[in-house]
């Protein structure tokens, strides 16, 4: 079976990519985990701590995505029908930061014994 | 002659580029998702919705954390582990996303040799798959067990805010089914690859159409999938 050779395309015969593209990204992923795991072993703290846990969470998840789950080579129009619902999801979470604040609060105010 | 319409209406489609090429399919009053076949567009949309299952149990992991005010139990000090008289902190949840990395890789091959139709190699790498997806699940075991003894129940624990673990048993249980079914799932497919199910285009068993090399990619969707909501189960619950 003829097999096209531009990784850019997606035709029936599916996606063809060089083995060396996975096995890069399997590196990077084992490097970034490693990295995740160092800033709990070496009990980083703050912002800074977040902001890393963030950054190499990201990474990974846009690596795994787009090269392992091949996103990086559909068409535009299944990346947006399902990237852009996940705003929702970013949406949800900005409601619960409210939600969640009021509860603290309240809770400190009227309902923590010895206050 | 219809036909022939319809895939000159295509064309025209394909030639737009950006936004303008997703206007152009979702207007086209034809499938939507072009060189997509439905099985992996039901896929994608079967995780979508999946994302938003496991979404709802973060942010509620979110909600309970920001919202008690007892301490939260350390996941550093709660999942280390003493090897060799040495404590590691949070040890074996390094080991278990390190497996699952490897298991995503060896699925990523997998898919690979599938589309070059190597049907021995593909069969392979989804049942080394299938191992090292079964190893993550025999740790999860493992730690559940440790945690149980320790006196972790959905209603308390001996360390802080109550709601550790019944998050914690919710998230990673629900987690832990997805990699169990994908376990399970692994294995059928393995074995269809290695009958040669996808080479005789031999039809299947539920859906009586023809096998094809392509259904190597979409359980590989959702076995990646299922390693994509570890990384953020890994971020939010363990590391935070």
């Known amino acids: 079976m003829a097999q096209t050779t531009a990784p850019s395309s997606t035709h029936a015969e599916g996606q063809q990519h060089p083995i060396k593209l996975y096995l890069v990204v399997w590196a ?3 490097i970034l985990s490693a990295c995740s795991y160092a800033v709990d072993y070496f009990q980083l703290q703050g912002a800074l701590r977040y902001s890393l846990i963030l950054l190499f969470m990201m990474l990974k998840a846009g690596l795994i995505v787009a090269i392992f789950m091949h996103m990086a080579w559909e068409r535009l129009s299944l990346v947006y029908a399902i990237l852009v619902p996940m705003a929702a999801v970013l949406v949800f979470v900005a409601i619960m930061v409210f939600e969640a604040d009021h509860t603290l609060f309240s809770r400190i105010a009227y309902f923590v014994p010895g206050l | 002659m219809t036909e022939q319409t319809f895939s000159r209406i295509e064309t025209t489609a394909s030639d ?8 152009a399919d979702f207007s086209s009053d034809r499938s939507a998702f072009k060189n997509v076949s439905w099985g992996k567009a039901m896929m994608w949309i079967f995780l979508l919705s999946d994302t938003f299952v496991f979404s709802s149990f973060l ?9 008690t005010t007892v301490p939260w139990p350390n996941a550093s000090e709660v999942f280390a582990l003493t090897i060799g008289g040495v404590t590691l902190p949070l040890i074996l949840i390094a080991i278990m996303t390190f497996v699952l990395i490897s298991s995503s890789g060896t699925m990523a091959m997998a898919v690979n040799f599938a589309y070059r139709r190597d049907r021995r190699k593909t069969a392979a790498l989804m049942l080394l798959t299938a191992l090292l997806g079964a190893t993550f699940v025999g740790m999860q075991a493992f730690e559940w067990t440790k945690l149980i003894h320790e006196g972790v129940r959905p209603w308390s624990n001996p360390w802080g805010a109550a709601q550790f673990g019944s998050t914690f048993f919710m998230i990673t249980g629900f987690h832990g089914t997805h990699v169990t079914f994908g376990v399970i799932f692994l294995i059928i497919t393995a074995r269809k690859v290695w009958r040669g199910d996808f080479d005789n285009e031999r039809k299947g068993f539920f859906t009586s159409r023809k096998g094809r090399y392509e259904a190597v990619e979409i359980m590989g969707l959702y076995w990646h999938f299922v390693d994509l909501v570890w990384v953020f189960i890994f971020a939010f619950f363990y590391l935070w």
């Not at chain 2, 737009?16 to 206007?23: P, V």
């Open chain 2, 16 to 23: 737009h580029t950006g936004l303008r090429s997703i206007a």
């Open chain 1, 28 to 30: 990077w992923l084992f």
């Open chain 2, 59 to 67: 942010i509620a992991y979110m909600t309970a954390r920001m919202s």
